[in-house]
């Protein structure tokens, strides 16, 4: 029995050749560590729990990682792969924060960033922390070591920023707003990932939207809003510039964040108090997936190393650790 560890270390192309190969003559089994805000709208109730899900079953907690309390209404998360970051929004002043921690849940700077303001949104790319602010009209650029910043991009109309999607291999980032002249309705935005710099302010708008609350961007590159006023998830076909307003419907329970790993979609249900998963292809799936939380905001996924995929290749069958680079025949 022979193991091939290949030259080529680009895991993200790795990742779609196995995919790629899964779809055709295989399964692909992804296990996922998923983090998820409480937001209690309270200063010292909030927190982050973690769920994993094997490809088959979820269970409650992450191997190694202790529960986040004792925040500040914590309505934004987001990972570099290697941290998380999280973001309140209540209050101004020193109300407000940007939090860093291991996945393990550990302190590593708390706070990173003193008194940003109200946060709805973040993202991360290249070293640094993408901020959406409830009060403002711009999104600040942070350092993730330093956490010093500037603004990124200005002028954002409507001025209401919630969310922020990064789409680093075309050099573009989704920004989502809404403001009561658009009658619940909402907008999506793409700008220049270097520079700020608008491409397209209104990309995508109306009522459909429902809210433009969430975004999630899938590597087929198809761009998903959840709408908080209407409980819908969107689907915009990038490509063909095709929408879809209330790909899902799932007709109550408040929707939030939303966050895709693979072709599943995790859509946040705050007043239910649940996570759905769908699949970003047929709008399958379920609107009960993780039950029984407390407020929930916002929710970021994260690969495990146990994801493994099973191929076949000229009639044998192989077993791929997708984050190991590691191939092993079995049969």
């Known amino acids: 029995m022979k193991t091939y560890i290949p030259n080529n270390r680009n895991f993200a192309f790795m990742a779609i050749m196995i995919s790629a190969i899964s779809i055709l003559c295989g399964s692909f089994v992804q296990a996922a560590a998923i983090y998820i805000t409480n937001n209690t709208n309270s200063t010292t ?9 094997n490809g088959v079953t979820v269970s409650a907690g992450i191997t190694g990682f ?3 309390a004792g925040l500040n209404g ?20 020193t109300g407000s924060t940007i939090n860093k921690y291991t996945l393990a849940g550990a302190n590593v700077s708390v706070p990173l960033i003193s008194a940003p303001g109200p946060t709805r949104g973040l993202a991360t790319y290249n070293g640094f922390l993408y901020q959406a602010g409830t009060t403002s009209s711009v999104i600040t650029k942070y350092s993730t070591s330093s956490g010093s910043g500037t603004s990124f991009i200005t002028g954002l109309t409507p001025n209401i920023a919630h969310n922020i999607a990064i789409d680093a291999a075309n050099n573009i980032v989704y ?4 403001d009561s002249q658009l009658n619940g309705g909402g907008q999506v935005g793409s700008y220049n990932l270097t520079t700020g710099a608008v491409i397209t302010a209104n990309l995508i708008s109306g009522v459909g939207l429902g ?17 908080a006023n209407t409980n819908v998830v969107s689907k915009y076909v990038i490509a063909t510039n095709d929408l879809t307003t209330g790909f899902i419907n799932i007709g109550s ?17 705050n007043t239910a108090g649940k996570i759905g998963k769908y699949s970003t292809i047929n709008a399958s799936g379920t609107s009960s997936f993780i039950s029984g939380l407390t407020a929930p905001e916002a929710i970021v996924v ?10 076949c290749i000229g009639g044998a069958a192989f077993v791929v650790w997708t984050t190991r680079r590691r191939f092993r025949k079995i049969a």
């Open 302 to 311: 994260i690969p495990e190393p146990s994801s493994v995929a099973l191929m």
């Open 253 to 269: 329970g408040g929707v939030q964040g939303i966050a895709i790993d693979g072709t599943d979609l995790y859509v946040v249900q």
């Open 175 to 178: 920004v989502s707003s809404y």
């Open 66 to 68: 202790t529960t986040i």
């Open 211 to 227: 809210g433009a609350f969430g975004l999630a961007l899938d590597g087929a590159g198809d761009l998903f809003i959840s709408g």
């Open 45 to 53: 109730a909030g927190s982050v729990v973690g769920y994993t899900y």
């Open 74 to 93: 914590p309505y934004a998360i987001t990972s570099d792969g290697t941290n998380l970051y999280t973001g309140s929004l209540q209050g101004a002043g």
